[in-house]
């Protein structure tokens, strides 16, 4: 089965993965955002976005948030999860084939590369650097334990993105990985001016 067949029939139902109901993943999204070392993001976007839970959160740190889904489904339930944000945009897209124009100063790839096998990946990770601002965050999270329809497992796929890049940030525990890259230093407290 196809990736778009298989999220086309997953997404039967609003929210198969339970983000509006499971602790794991409202206390994953949690980390993800304290992990973002600015408050604010000019140009933000969420690759694999789903029903838009994990963008909504995003969106009240970004003024302007791009959220790309391979699922037609996913995107229509994306769509009522932002409509508070005027600054979403939803785009159906199956990637690394298709690809937005820009560079953006946050990039978020949360529960997303591992559905892409070593090739896509690769290709993935490249075009994903060059679509990164200077001064950019390039955040990961993913799940660490194997699952049928996994092509790549975690570390490959935070290997491969962190490529060429400077390590921000990691948190790690039994379940999950979330790293974020920069090609600068990025300090909060420099930002703050508290050194
Ligand atoms: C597990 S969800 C992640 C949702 C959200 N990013 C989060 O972490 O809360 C993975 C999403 O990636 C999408 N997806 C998988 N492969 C994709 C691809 N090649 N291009 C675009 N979207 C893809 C799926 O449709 C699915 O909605």
């Known amino acids: ?3 778009a067949d298989y999220f086309q029939k997953l997404y039967q139902q609003p929210d198969p993965f339970h983000y509006r109901s499971r602790w794991y993943e409202a206390r994953k999204r949690a980390l993800t955002l304290a992990c973002l070392p600015r408050l604010r993001y000019a140009s933000a976007w969420e690759l694999g976005c789903s029903n838009g839970v994990l ?3 995003l969106a009240a740190r970004c003024d302007a948030l791009l ?3 391979i699922s037609a489904e996913a995107l229509a339930e ?6 508070a944000w005027p600054g979403v945009t939803l785009q159906r897209a199956d990637h690394p084939g298709d690809w937005p124009p820009g560079r953006f100063d946050l ?3 949360s529960e997303v590369g591992y559905y892409l096998d070593t090739t896509a990946l690769a290709l993935m990770a490249r075009q994903l650097h060059a679509s990164l601002a200077d001064d950019g965050l390039l955040l990961a999270c993913h799940w660490r334990h194997p699952f049928d329809e996994a092509r790549t497992t975690t570390p490959q796929v935070h ?9 921000a940030f990691t948190y790690q525990d039994e379940d999950l990985l979330l790293q974020g890259w920069s090609t600068q230093p990025i300090s909060v407290a420099q930002q703050e001016g508290l050194r």
Do not use: N, P
């Not at 994306?78 to 409509?83: E, K």
């Not at 290997?159 to 390590?167: D, K």
């Open 107 to 109: 990039i978020v790839v």
């Open 78 to 83: 994306a769509a009522i999860s932002t409509q």
């Open 67 to 69: 959220g790309t889904d």
């Open 55 to 57: 963008t909504a959160a």
């Open 159 to 167: 290997r491969a993105l962190s490529a060429t890049l400077r390590e």
């Open 1 to 3: 089965m196809s990736t």
